[in-house]
């Protein structure tokens, strides 16, 4: 394989992993403003991927395509500095609301006008664990699918040889190629910024980043240097079906919300004494609690 | 026509217990829609499946049942499923939340434009108005998950495309046989018309099937254990009690990260979440990072010296005293009052 085209799909995430103390109302509820906006873990796994075969693949070039407000443009810096030749920011209020479909619609469209070889993306975003994304996106294009990618186990002329983590095993597939692989977090962990690519591209902007502050200096540079712009797109420049994107494109919709709220409710007490205990067991086992 | 469908996964030849828990699921759905209970089984050497199929309340199996269905692989499954629900047009299809049910299932939904809701942890059939058109809907299915880290639940329903599809993981569901014994009718899935030579580029070159590793994701009864073990010798009790119970181990990050026990038995926020009928708390302070792994369990029995302890707040018995005092009383009263 040569020149190979490789896209990332990636999201920007609010971290959950991590909810803190302060992350919390007094109510119980989470405060979504206190939870930094992070890169996707396994995208992250996804980036690292993609990077090895760029190392692997004479001639390949990584790009990052990320769908979000113009704040997830930082998803593809962070990329860039890590090893990334650029990005795609798909950022537009029609895209609003969509559900892992109309989202995947919106991918796919993008996709198209890029034309990859190669499409890596996480198995799943921590912010809703669905792992739909990367699948849907492989039938809209009708492309074959290797999901909870591991490891590339061979590049050959038309083909990978991917191993993938199952949930009690492993398994070793050959896939041809234009593909979609979906990466899990048992892949190999993304390498770090390198500080050489965090000063050439620090200045890495979209254009409504340049177009907020043109006369920064940032902006300047942005603007003068090709290499240096993150490559943003609105609805209109994929030619989707307005009927596919969006609250509109969305089949799913969420009728209720309810916030958990761990409130105190009242406990049985009971002491250590045998008779509590003995009490307590009979009372298991005459409710089928336990066998 | 507009029926329930389940779709049937193998493991190894045998059907998974989260199929056989969705048909338990699905025969209650379907009996309250007044619609049939259609399994689909995808593999090779299917014959006999049908009549544990039937004890589980299928009233059809649809079988496509050749060499290229086994092992699983993305494209033969999803064009055969779909061409089978393009035919048939069910209303519901459920799929198991297993490497196998999330790796197809998003791809049937895109195929067919359908919507997909993933982990429900409840399926309920209700009604829905459309606060925007104002349009009622009668008997959607209410699909019903955690989001966002488990701190907020929510009710997806897809009011006007069909089929509804939903994933639920191994466990959440009850299995239980019928009250009566379904039909279990046998129809053949007509997959030489659906699948073609494209869907077979993808080869299996190899496959390595281990047997089942520790996965208390699926257990219900779990006995966890947390630094107020106090030691890895005064945690061997949680294993002893949860033996007796047959239940599953877990652990509070400061146990594991004690060395009381291995990381694949953390619940919690950095562990697993877990929902079994009971959870029994050792030793555990219960910080909001380990409840949120744990706080959907049914019922949730806390042993801690301290009264205070935050885990009480959300537990139905709070035991307050010595764990290597009360557990072996516990495993004592056990074994002399069940059968």
Same mark, same amino acid.
Request: charged share 30%; glycine share 12%; net charge negative.
């Given at each position: 394989m040569k020149n190979a085209k490789i896209v990332v799909l990636a999201k920007q995430v609010?971290? /959950? %992993?991590? =909810? +803190?103390?302060?992350?919390? /109302?007094?109510? +119980? /509820? =989470?405060? %979504?403003?206190a939870l930094p906006a992070i890169f996707n873990p396994e995208d992250l796994n996804a980036l690292e991927m993609a990077l090895s075969l760029k190392d692997r693949i004479e001639g390949a070039t990584v790009h990052v395509l990320t769908m979000g407000p113009l704040r997830a443009a930082d998803i593809i810096r962070d990329a860039m500095f890590r090893g990334a030749d650029g990005g795609y920011l798909l950022s537009g209020r029609e895209f609003a609301g969509s559900d892992t479909l109309a989202t995947s619609y919106a991918l796919s469209c993008a996709l198209r006008k890029i034309g990859p070889d190669i499409i890596v993306a996480g198995r799943q975003a921590i912010d809703g664990d669905t792992a739909q994304v990367g699948p849907q996106v492989a039938e809209k294009l009708g492309l074959p699918q290797v999901t909870y990618a591991e490891r590339i186990v061979e590049i050959k002329e038309a083909s990978l040889v991917i191993k993938r983590r199952l949930e009690h095993g492993t398994e070793v597939v050959e896939c041809p190629v234009p593909a979609v692989v979906t990466v899990n977090a048992s892949a190999e962990a993304c390498r770090p910024r390198n500080a050489k690519r965090v000063m050439a591209f620090k200045c890495a902007m979209a254009k409504s980043e340049i177009a907020a502050a043109p006369e920064s200096e940032a902006a300047l540079r942005a603007a003068s240097k090709p290499a240096l712009q993150i490559v943003e797109w609105a609805a209109a420049d994929v030619d989707p079906d307005p009927q596919q994107l969006g609250l509109t494109g969305s089949p799913t919709k969420v009728k209720k919300i309810e916030n958990v709220v761990f409130q105190a409710k009242e406990a049985k007490r009971l002491t250590a004494s045998d008779c509590d205990i003995k009490e307590l067991m009979v009372e298991l086992i005459a409710s089928h609690t336990l066998g | 026509m507009n029926n329930l469908f389940v779709y049937i996964e193998l493991e190894g030849g045998k059907i998974a217990d989260v199929s056989l828990e969705l048909l338990t699921k699905g025969r209650e759905l379907a009996d309250t829609l007044k619609v049939k209970l259609e399994a689909v089984v995808m593999g090779?050497? !299917? &014959?006999? !499946?049908e009549k544990e199929l039937a004890r589980y309340g299928a009233d059809t199996v649809w079988i496509a049942d050749d060499a290229i269905f086994s092992p699983f692989r993305t494209l033969p499954h999803t064009a055969a499923l779909c061409g089978l629900i393009e035919q048939e047009k069910p209303q519901i299809v459920l799929f198991g939340a297993t490497p196998v049910g999330r790796d197809f299932a998003p791809r049937v939904s895109s195929a067919l434009h359908s919507g997909l809701t993933a982990d429900c942890t409840q399926l309920v059939i209700g009604d829905h108005n $459309?606060?925007?058109?104002?349009k009622g809907y009668t008997d959607l299915l209410y699909q019903i998950r955690p989001a966002f880290g488990g701190n907020i639940i929510a009710t997806i329903v897809n009011p006007d495309h069909r089929p509804q599809m939903a994933t639920v993981r191994e466990g959440v569901m009850r299995k239980q046989e019928a009250a009566v014994p379904a039909a279990g009718e046998v129809k053949v899935i007509d997959w030489r018309s659906y699948v073609k030579d494209s869907d077979l580029v993808v080869k299996i070159v190899d496959r390595q099937i281990e047997e089942r590793k520790i996965d208390i994701k699926g257990a219900s009864i779990i006995v966890a254990g947390g630094y107020g073990m106090g030691s890895k010798e005064n945690f061997k009790l949680v294993y002893e009690l949860a033996e007796v119970l047959g239940g599953e181990v877990g652990a509070s990050r400061a146990a594991v990260d004690a060395g009381f026990?291995?990381? &694949?038995r953390q619940v919690g926020q950095t562990g697993v979440t877990v929902r079994p009928k009971l959870y029994i708390a050792c030793g555990i302070s219960g910080q909001i990072q380990h409840t949120a792994g744990m706080d959907q369990s049914s019922m949730v029995i806390s042993i801690n010296s301290?009264? $205070? &302890?935050?885990?009480n707040k959300i537990a139905d018995y709070a035991i307050t005293g010595d764990v290597n005092d009360i557990i072996p009383k516990m495993i004592k009263y056990y074994k002399q009052n069940s059968k």
């Open positions: 609010p971290d /959950t %992993r991590n =909810v +803190g103390k302060d992350a919390m /109302t007094p109510e +119980g /509820t =989470v405060n %979504r403003a | 090779d050497g !299917l &014959a006999g !499946l $459309d606060v925007k058109s104002g026990t291995e990381h &694949a301290d009264p $205070d &302890a935050p885990i």
